[in-house]
């Protein structure tokens, strides 16, 4: 790949970012490196502008970022520049997330409106339907911080009811990875759900 133009501080605006993509999809680090360094600001501030909040807005850029190594194949540059890629997937995933916190917000207050409201006591079904629509919320919150090959694992295996073997089969792995990948997403999951409360 060439990479001429670009300084050693990854700068140069003016040299076309598409071979940087290239570099990626070919698991070129240097090619990553670069990129980030040219635009993680921009990616930081488009999820900051959204969630105004920096630790979310640092979580976002790293999932931004992690997608870019994982599913840079998938960067078409006849359909814009590797900035507006980039721009566009921190504005989706900032609002992605501030729509997950938003609801779990609203579940609470409902769930502690409902509970003062004229001394009316829930009974244990609300109170049991309430906390599974949260729970749901931040177990899709957690999936989405998997590495997309873990998070498609599980997604296959758990949510749509296929066997580890006919998932190794869909994705062409050998059943080994398959259940390597489970097992390191099934614990990375307990950890972020720990940590989201």
Do not use: C
């Not at 105004?52 to 814009?80: C, I, M, T």
């Not at 998070?151 to 390597?180: C, D, H, N």
């Amino acid at each position: 790949m060439n990479l001429a133009g670009y300084s050693q501080e990854g700068v140069g605006l003016e040299v076309d970012d598409a071979p940087l993509m290239e570099g990626i999809a070919q698991g070129d680090r240097r090619a990553f490196e670069l990129l980030h360094k040219k635009f993680s600001g921009l990616v930081f501030a488009t999820a900051y502008r959204v969630l105004n909040d920096p630790h979310d807005a640092e979580e976002v850029a790293q999932e931004v970022f992690s997608g870019v190594w994982n599913k840079s194949r998938l960067y078409d540059p006849r359909r814009g520049k590797p900035q507006v890629w980039l721009s566009t997937m921190a504005r989706n995933r900032a609002i992605d997330r501030l729509r997950s916190k938003q609801r779990r917000a609203q579940l609470r207050d409902e769930l502690q409106v409902n509970q003062t409201q004229e001394g009316v006591r829930l009974d244990d079904g609300v109170v049991a339907e309430v906390r599974r629509q949260e729970e749901s919320v931040v177990l899709r919150d957690a999936l989405l911080r998997l590495k997309p090959e873990q998070r498609e694992v599980i997604e296959m295996t758990y949510f749509k009811g296929l066997s580890q073997s006919q998932a190794a089969e869909a994705l062409g792995a050998p059943l080994g990875t398959v259940k390597a990948r489970i097992r390191r997403g099934i614990s990375r999951l307990r950890t972020i759900v720990t940590d989201l409360g």
